[in-house]
């Protein structure tokens, strides 16, 4: 069969919850929706005309909201070819963006768990695809917010290593570099407690600061400068550590650039809120 390329139209993101939780917001408010081009060569499948036409419907599904409608038309996928990794991440995706869209927690928690087992499936299915191992780094923060502060602890350890997983197999996945610099956000501003039951399991404190979180973020923006995620993600580094100029350029920028996805819509809400908190115009911030 010929090979040939298919987008994937948003890459998995998730979204936040206090410290852990927050993993994800910046993770994406964070692992849902971050837009990726998805280059698929020689898949076996490529040939199949009616699995392609559901891959279609269903990332068109994607784009217009209707997750459910998206799931179904990835799960007939999933019938046609079971160990695909990108129809795994495409449905790791969408369990993870119904979480947004259920309120009850114990349905929440159920999302969460598919997420991550979609991702695991995925990399079981292709050990070298990078979005693969971003897909279970997402799965993980997804969880947290459901563990107990061990399981927590357990997990952002094997988030972490995930994610620099999939960042050495594709150094320009930005998203993955938008996630470690969550990681080092939030561990940098945990307590003495969370500090001391990661030593335990890490087997010492690990390296983490707002440095490098700055350097992570801007690593994202400098790979994907129109992604307004990233950079206020930054600002809100550079804010925890007193550099407000610094935090003011960023959001202005982010109120200047055009969402690309509902993830993006709410980090620029937020940017602008936290412009008006800080005194600033808005007619100096927008062009």
Same mark, same amino acid.
């Not at 780094?137 to 061990?150: E, H, R, T, V």
């Not at 969550?182 to 087997?203: I, R, T």
């Not at 959001?251 to 620029?268: M, T």
């Given at each position: 069969? +010929?090979?040939?390329?298919?987008?994937? #139209?948003?890459?998995?993101?998730?979204?936040?919850?206090?410290?852990? %939780? %927050?993993?994800?917001?910046?993770?994406?408010?964070?692992? !849902?929706?971050? /837009?990726?081009?998805?280059?698929?060569?020689?898949?076996?499948?490529?040939?199949?005309?009616?699995? &392609?036409?559901?891959?279609?419907? !269903?990332?068109?599904?994607?784009?217009?909201?209707?997750?459910? !409608?998206?799931?179904? @038309?990835?799960?007939?996928?999933?019938?046609?070819?079971?160990?695909?990794?990108?129809?795994?991440? %495409?449905? $790791?995706? &969408?369990?993870?963006?119904?979480?947004?869209?259920?309120? *009850? =927690?114990?349905?929440? +928690?159920?999302?969460?768990?598919?997420?991550?087992?979609? !991702?695991?499936?995925?990399?079981?299915?292709?050990?070298?695809?990078?979005?693969?191992?971003? /897909?279970?780094?997402? *799965?993980?923060?997804?969880?947290?917010?459901?563990?107990? #502060?061990?399981?927590?602890?357990?997990?952002? %350890?094997?988030?972490?290593?995930?994610?620099?997983?999939?960042?050495?197999?594709?150094?320009?996945?930005?998203?993955?570099?938008?996630?470690? *610099?969550?990681?080092?956000?939030?561990?940098?501003?945990?307590?003495?407690?969370?500090?001391?039951?990661?030593?335990?399991?890490? *087997?010492?404190?690990?390296?983490?600061? #707002?440095?490098? $979180?700055?350097?992570?973020?801007?690593?994202?923006?400098?790979?994907?400068? $129109?992604?307004?995620?990233?950079?206020? =993600?930054?600002?809100?580094?550079?804010?925890?550590?007193?550099?407000?100029?610094?935090?003011?350029?960023?959001?202005?920028? @982010?109120?200047?650039?055009?969402?690309?996805?509902?993830?993006?819509?709410?980090?620029?809400?937020?940017?602008?809120? +936290?412009? +008006?908190?800080?005194?600033?115009?808005?007619?100096?911030?927008?062009?």
């Amino acid at each position: 069969m +010929k090979s040939a390329s298919i987008s994937l #139209n948003r890459a998995l993101e998730s979204r936040g919850h206090r410290h852990w %939780r %927050r993993l994800i917001d910046h993770v994406a408010k964070r692992f !849902g929706t971050l /837009t990726l081009s998805v280059f698929l060569a020689g898949a076996a499948w490529a040939g199949d005309s009616s699995l &392609q036409d559901l891959l279609k419907k !269903g990332d068109d599904l994607e784009q217009k909201g209707d997750t459910q !409608g998206a799931i179904k @038309c990835f799960l007939a996928a999933e019938e046609i070819a079971p160990s695909d990794s990108e129809i795994l991440i %495409r449905l $790791a995706k &969408q369990h993870s963006d119904l979480i947004f869209e259920t309120t *009850g =927690e114990a349905e929440q +928690k159920k999302l969460a768990e598919k997420c991550l087992a979609y !991702g695991l499936q995925a990399v079981q299915a292709s050990s070298t695809n990078a979005r693969a191992h971003l /897909t279970v780094a997402i *799965g993980y923060a997804k969880n947290l917010p459901f563990l107990d #502060n061990q399981a927590k602890v357990n997990y952002s %350890r094997l988030l972490k290593q995930e994610t620099e997983k999939a960042i050495a197999l594709d150094p320009k996945l930005a998203l993955g570099y938008h996630i470690l *610099g969550c990681w080092h956000s939030e561990v940098a501003s945990m307590g003495m407690l969370m500090k001391g039951l990661m030593k335990l399991v890490y *087997g010492g404190l690990p390296k983490a600061s #707002n440095e490098l $979180a700055v350097q992570n973020f801007s690593k994202a923006v400098e790979l994907d400068p $129109a992604r307004i995620i990233h950079r206020w =993600e930054l600002a809100k580094v550079y804010l925890a550590t007193g550099k407000k100029d610094k935090a003011i350029d960023e959001i202005k920028v @982010c109120l200047a650039l055009k969402p690309h996805d509902k993830d993006d819509a709410e980090a620029k809400k937020s940017a602008e809120k +936290k412009l +008006k908190d800080l005194g600033v115009l808005m007619s100096s911030a927008t062009p």
